[in-house]
């Protein structure tokens, strides 16, 4: 398969394109649909445990876009990241990576932002042993409600910045502007919500020694009426 959708593809006029991207890119899309699939059907048969797996879907022009890059699509020239096909890019670099990276994802978000996510070797720190346990209770009012008595806040951080992009005629500027609007504050809810878990999540564990959470059926709450408010609260990522 894999020779036929690259190799044979970009003899055809058709796909001459394909040739400007780099194979190594190519390559792992392909592992990632058969991969994809294979999942997919294991869903299907039984042979694959736990929530059902739909049919993969190709990706969307307009929405989240990905390529992974295995060691010889990449390099690292001191400050700046070489992509194969593309040149050395000018990167800011968030911190210093603790080992060689085996692969790096670059990614490019709706909004137009890019960002480039490394694979390494890193190794664990177990925290300090303690005495305490806690049991956790998620909730609307209260993200965390926890054994001790101890609430914490869910601030809401959904906006809903969709309505200013219905109003907007297809096609138009107007649309593309308001579009692009609504990708920056899906952004930034999004972050802002992955570093509250995070936090939340962190300071959970490193006081106390087990944490206990109940087993919520969040698929299922999220087709009922408190869709929206259970997706906002974001559940499911603070217990992962």
Not at 4 to 29: C, D, F, G
Not at 181 to 207: E, I
Request: aromatic share 6%; glycine share 6%; charged share 30%.
């Amino acid at each position: 398969m894999q020779r036929r959708v690259i190799t044979l593809a970009k003899a055809a006029p058709e796909r001459a394109w394909l040739a400007e991207v780099a194979s190594v890119a190519l390559v792992q899309a392909c592992q990632d649909a058969r991969r994809a699939y294979k999942n997919w059907f294991g869903s299907l048969t039984g042979r694959r445990k736990g929530p059902k797996v739909r049919h993969p879907k190709p990706k969307r022009k307009r929405s989240r876009q990905s390529i992974r890059l295995t060691r010889n699509g990449f390099a690292l020239h001191r400050e700046r990241l070489y992509v194969a096909k593309v040149g050395d890019i000018r990167v800011e670099w968030s911190r210093s990576l603790p080992s060689v990276p085996s692969s790096v994802t670059v990614i490019r978000e709706p909004d137009g932002r890019y960002y480039a996510s490394f694979v390494v070797q890193r190794e664990a720190t177990p925290l300090p042993a303690c005495d305490r346990e806690v049991g956790v209770d998620l909730g609307l009012n209260s993200l965390v409600v926890t054994s001790d008595g101890e609430a914490s806040g869910n601030p809401r951080f959904y906006r809903a910045a969709q309505r200013v992009l219905s109003r907007r005629q297809k096609g138009s500027a107007n649309r593309a502007r308001a579009r692009h609007r609504v990708a920056v504050v899906h952004r930034r809810v999004r972050d802002a919500r992955l570093d509250h878990a995070h936090k939340t999540a962190l300071r959970l564990v490193r006081d106390n020694q087990a944490v206990y959470a109940e087993d919520l059926a969040v698929s299922g709450l999220t087709r009922t009426r408190l869709a929206k408010s259970v997706a906002d609260a974001g559940w499911s990522q603070l217990l992962r």
